[in-house]
């Protein structure tokens, strides 16, 4: 009897070795990042990207582009403008920015080269004698669209200080949509103080200021231009929003639960607030919130007793690309790059970064 056991045994461990035998499927490994074909080589340096009526428009440094789904383009409409600075883009308008001397043209998005169409140009002189130039650092830290037709920049005066202008810009349409008026309203900062980062939400903007003593404060700004001290002494830079909380980072974590009017202090350690400092955008993918920095993407999670945790992602064939924003799009993952457009199927996105 024993051995007649130990033979079925034995046959039955046989049968694990042949090649019917029920395996672990071998899972392919994730796609990399890819440039995209349409921004080679002359076409490379992007300043912005925008989605409206469900197509992706990049803005390079001679053309407004709009993207296929294969990663090539059409390019909608050159602007002639050399753009120097980053610059803001949405369905109604774009701004180009040109230097010495420092020059803002806002261009109607639908016809930006239609012969006739209007645009505005503002130069330094049209917003004060004591206007020396764009800010020291004219990036996406301080040139800001709320995307309800307002746009907060920075600019240095004469005598070495911050200046704030907001722009808002009023739309017309005749034969096509042209850029109508642009009105300009000066904010004007404590005495002492300058300007150091703005983060959008809604339609106002909350904006950090410094003085030469370390002192801070945060302004919170509306479409109008007036402007309400809502963080004394706190100076908060930048903010994200997470359901219906926005944390923001200062000496250390701040929540606002009523959009920024007001902020209290996060109670307890959150470690998972420490890479607050370094975010530059954040949006939607997969329904999932995502941020970015200027060289890392990051997969952002609020547990049920609200704690905020993050995951690093991977970015193998993008590595060392500045990154301006992410978009999903035609079941893709596109990140516009200072240096290119990179695409990735949503699947691989997620991708955890390995060290």
Same mark, same amino acid.
């Given at each position: 009897?024993? /051995?007649?056991?130990?033979?079925?045994?034995?046959?039955?461990?046989?049968l694990?070795?042949f090649?019917?035998? $029920?395996?672990?499927?071998?899972?392919?490994?994730?796609?990399?990042?890819?440039?995209?074909?349409?921004?080679?080589? +002359?076409?490379?340096?992007?300043?912005?990207?925008?989605?409206?009526?469900?197509?992706?428009?990049?803005?390079?440094? +001679?053309?407004?582009?709009?993207?296929?789904?294969?990663?090539n383009?059409?390019?909608?409409?050159?602007h002639?403008?050399?753009?120097?600075?980053?610059?803001?883009?949405?369905?109604?308008?774009?701004?180009?920015?040109e230097?010495d001397?420092?020059?803002?043209?806002?261009?109607p998005?639908?016809?930006?080269?239609?012969?006739?169409?209007?645009?505005?140009r503002? +130069?330094?002189?049209?917003?004060?004698?004591?206007?020396?130039?764009?800010?020291?650092?004219?990036?996406?830290?301080?040139? $800001?669209?709320?995307?309800?037709?307002?746009?907060?920049?920075?600019f240095r /005066?004469?005598?070495?200080?911050?200046?704030?202008?907001?722009?808002?810009i $009023?739309?017309?349409?005749?034969?096509?949509?042209?850029?109508?008026?642009?009105?300009?309203?000066?904010?004007?900062?404590?005495e002492?103080y300058?300007?150091?980062?703005?983060?959008?939400?809604?339609?106002?903007?909350?904006?950090?200021?410094?003085?030469?003593?370390?002192?801070?404060?945060?302004?919170?700004?509306?479409?109008?231009?007036?402007?309400?001290l809502?963080?004394?002494?706190?100076?908060?830079?930048?903010?994200?929003?997470?359901?219906?909380?926005?944390?923001?980072s200062?000496?250390?974590?701040?929540?606002?639960?009523?959009?920024?009017?007001?902020?209290?202090?996060?109670?307890?350690?959150?470690?998972?607030?420490?890479?607050?400092?370094?975010?530059?955008?954040?949006?939607?993918?997969?329904?999932?919130?995502?941020?970015?920095?200027?060289?890392s993407?990051y997969?952002?999670?609020?547990?049920?007793?609200?704690?905020?945790?993050?995951?690093?992602?991977?970015?193998t064939?993008?590595?060392?690309?500045?990154?301006?924003?992410?978009?999903e799009?035609?079941?893709?993952?596109?990140?516009?790059?200072l240096?290119?457009?990179?695409?990735?199927?949503?699947?691989?996105?997620?991708?955890?970064?390995?060290?």
């Amino acid at each position: 009897m024993f /051995t007649r056991f130990s033979f079925l045994g034995f046959c039955c461990l046989a049968l694990c070795f042949f090649p019917n035998c $029920k395996q672990e499927p071998v899972q392919p490994a994730p796609a990399p990042w890819q440039a995209a074909p349409g921004f080679l080589y +002359n076409n490379r340096i992007a300043f912005n990207s925008a989605i409206w009526d469900d197509q992706l428009y990049v803005l390079t440094e +001679n053309s407004l582009c709009t993207v296929k789904p294969d990663g090539n383009i059409s390019r909608y409409a050159y602007h002639n403008e050399k753009i120097e600075f980053r610059s803001t883009l949405n369905r109604d308008f774009f701004v180009v920015t040109e230097h010495d001397p420092d020059v803002l043209i806002f261009i109607p998005s639908a016809n930006p080269n239609e012969a006739g169409a209007k645009r505005i140009r503002i +130069n330094m002189s049209d917003l004060g004698p004591d206007i020396a130039g764009f800010g020291y650092t004219f990036d996406n830290l301080n040139f $800001k669209g709320n995307g309800a037709g307002q746009v907060l920049t920075d600019f240095r /005066t004469t005598s070495g200080r911050s200046a704030l202008f907001l722009f808002d810009i $009023k739309m017309k349409k005749n034969t096509f949509w042209e850029v109508d008026e642009v009105r300009i309203k000066r904010i004007n900062l404590p005495e002492y103080y300058g300007y150091t980062g703005t983060s959008v939400i809604g339609d106002k903007f909350l904006t950090r200021i410094i003085d030469g003593l370390d002192g801070v404060g945060t302004l919170l700004i509306d479409g109008m231009g007036n402007a309400t001290l809502v963080a004394p002494e706190i100076g908060l830079y930048p903010a994200l929003p997470i359901g219906d909380t926005l944390y923001a980072s200062g000496s250390k974590g701040y929540i606002s639960t009523n959009q920024g009017n007001s902020w209290v202090p996060l109670q307890g350690h959150n470690p998972g607030l420490d890479f607050l400092f370094a975010l530059e955008g954040y949006t939607s993918i997969d329904r999932r919130l995502v941020m970015h920095s200027r060289s890392s993407i990051y997969q952002i999670e609020r547990s049920a007793e609200g704690k905020i945790s993050r995951t690093e992602l991977d970015l193998t064939g993008m590595e060392g690309n500045t990154i301006l924003n992410l978009h999903e799009w035609s079941g893709q993952v596109f990140a516009v790059t200072l240096t290119g457009v990179y695409m990735r199927n949503l699947q691989d996105f997620f991708t955890k970064r390995e060290y």
